[in-house]
């Protein structure tokens, strides 16, 4: 009787395990305490009211304390991402007290893990490049944040803001023009992730949309008379000739050594509608990579476009009207958008969205330390899709990707590349393991769909076949003209070993990258996504 009673409890303390187990492994290990109070509310609920719940001891062991009937015990499981769970109760015995046994101790464990989405494009306080900084790999990792304004075309790369979609583009809704099915009205999200304690500064690169063409070298907007103005009203740093100089210079060359190049961000116009207006909004999440539980910690920022003579613009000191500031205030400057006091484990997103209008904006973003230039211990990343303005001025270059951490073991990781054609030369893509995993020089057993010319296997849809993709390489990168890539979805697809292993404990390990091999040099707009396949949360034990 006495041990049918046990049973009957271990499956009680199991269901409550399992549960508290599950709740808790969504904040951690970011925020362990809010997962151990998350445990011990839902271990409650399940009829265990715990007054507090307890590390493991030294041996793992979790055990009734003193006159205690019951015990919770929390910590990490097996790997760092994993959430371990003891419910341990005394039970009274019916019979065994004629034996002298009057009491059990019934103990139930669960190990639950979550798998957040992955982050992509940055393992530092920096997405995008910071020219006003001397370190080189900051300074130009070779990208811009993009963003279109959403009567823009699919077609000319920002598969996720703009919603303009002709047949000849994966992902249309009809077969003449019709809606982007890959379409997000909420924008872009990007995770910034406190690794410590303190106040930081969240801040934008260049926010606006401000017409300078692609490459920079658009005559119309008078980059030249700008660099060359003797007074600029309003400018953040003082007044200071050479320093508005080297900021505004128009592109000449294009090479990596061109000062033009290094403040290029490559706002342009496409097709004739309204200038793209670009709101900011930083929200922080209840659960980590996820938007959906995200609640607004500041109040929106919101830039009109601008196009025209920038000379007379920013020579005057005038206000694009609309704007929260003079366009001298954040015309290639760093604007902070809001201070957060961060914790660790903390999760914020910087959301960006546009109107119903034709351009790409592009920017960067980071965190630091307010009221400097010191980065703070944050991740700034794209939330598991982003939008990139590849202006590399080098034929090879090679980027952040997605940081996928040892709890990817087992899985497939699937990754999403659209419109990465417009380089102007032959070029290859190879996706590269991280160099601190067990993962070898290159993953094995990659495959892809998507061969140039063919149409509909954008993510939202079905997928096409898959070929073997040797060294996890796409070769033959806009051979035979844009036409065969111009538009097109590829997906690849990596089976993680299963005893996959990577430096989680360090910010720029895990990182999984790419490698661009081109003739020439990349301007290329292009958007990525990247996922894991299995359940983002779920019970490993």
Known sequence: IDVALWHVEQAREQRASDAASLAGAVTFPGNGAKSNATALDVARQNGYPASAVSPFGPDGSCALVGSATIRICTGQGDLPNQYKVTVVRKVTNLLGGIFGIGTTAVKATATAEYLPPLVMGSPSNQYGNDPDVTETALSYPNFWGNIAGGTTGKVYGDAYAANTCDGATDGCSTSGYGQNLDFKPQGYFYSVTASSAGPVDLQAFDPAFVHVGDTCTDASTNLLGASNLLTVPNYPQGPDPIDWHRRYLPVTSGLQSDPGLHYCTGDTVIGSGSLPTTTYTVLKASVPGDPSSATQVCAPITYPGFKGDLAAALGTG???????????????????????????????????????????????????????????????????????????????????????????????????????????????????????????????????????????????????????LSNCTITGINQGGNANWNGQWITVTIPMPANYKCSDDDPKGCWVKINYNFAGSVTDTTSWNAYLIGDPVRLVK
Not at 358 to 384: K, M, Q, W
Not at 393 to 412: E, K
Not at 431 to 456: E, I, R, Y
């Open 318 to 468: 005038s206000t694009v009207p609309g704007a929260p500031a003079p366009l001298a205030t954040y015309f290639r400057q760093w604007v902070t958008l809001c201070t957060v006091d961060a914790q660790e484990g903390d999760n914020y997103f910087i959301q960006m969205t546009t109107d119903a209008s034709a351009g790409h904006n592009r920017f960067a973003l980071r965190g630091v330390v307010p009221n400097s230039n010191t980065p703070a211990d944050v991740n700034v990343a794209g939330n598991s899709y982003m939008g990139i303005y590849a202006n590399a001025g080098v034929r090879n270059t090679q980027f952040y990707l997605a940081r996928v951490p040892t709890a990817a073991a087992g899985h497939t990781l699937v990754l999403n590349f659209y419109d990465i054609g417009d380089a102007g030369s032959v070029g290859t893509l190879r996706v590269a393991p991280p160099a601190d995993s067990n993962a070898g020089a290159t993953f094995s057993g990659c495959q892809w769909t998507g061969a140039p010319g063919s149409a509909k296997n954008t993510p939202v849809g079905p997928w096409g076949p898959f070929s073997a």
